[in-house]
């Protein structure tokens, strides 16, 4: 399957973006889906991960309350609304496909087998 991440770009603190992750060439719908972000000079971490149906998610503690992940099957396509950013949240934001259509280690890297290229957030003060 191929992911492709969009909607990233320049925005001041405070600001909003919604990233977008288009699912070709497979369905996504019995995956749950998640997003990751590396931050110059810092390892890749988890952001946030969806169920399969949609209605479960998780969230790392520092985006809980700012950002918001949700999915549309019917055109295998998920989505990552980010609130209030911060410079800190400054990054390449990934998308992937898991492995399972849901579990209790989303957070982690290994759970997934597929990967987008990265959109490029920047968030300036």
């Known amino acids: 399957v191929q992911l492709q991440a969009s909607g990233g770009g320049l925005v001041q603190a405070g600001g909003s973006l919604r990233l977008s992750c288009a699912a070709s060439?497979?369905?996504?719908?019995?995956?749950?889906m998640g997003w990751f972000r590396q931050a110059p000079g810092k390892e890749r971490e988890f952001v946030a991960a969806?169920?399969?149906?949609?209605?479960?998610?998780s969230y790392a503690d520092s985006m809980k309350g700012r950002f918001t992940i949700s999915r549309d099957n019917a055109i295998n396509t998920v989505y990552l609304q980010m609130n209030s950013l911060k410079p800190e949240d400054t990054a390449l934001y990934y998308c992937?496909?898991?492995?399972?259509?849901?579990?209790?280690?989303?957070?982690?890297?290994?759970?997934?087998?597929?990967w987008g290229q990265g959109t490029l957030v920047t968030v300036s003060s």
């Open positions: 969806v169920s399969w149906s949609g209605d479960m998610t």
């Open positions: 992937a496909r898991s492995k399972v259509y849901w579990s209790g280690s989303l957070y982690r890297e290994t759970e997934y087998d597929y």
């Open positions: 060439t497979q369905p996504i719908s019995t995956y749950a």
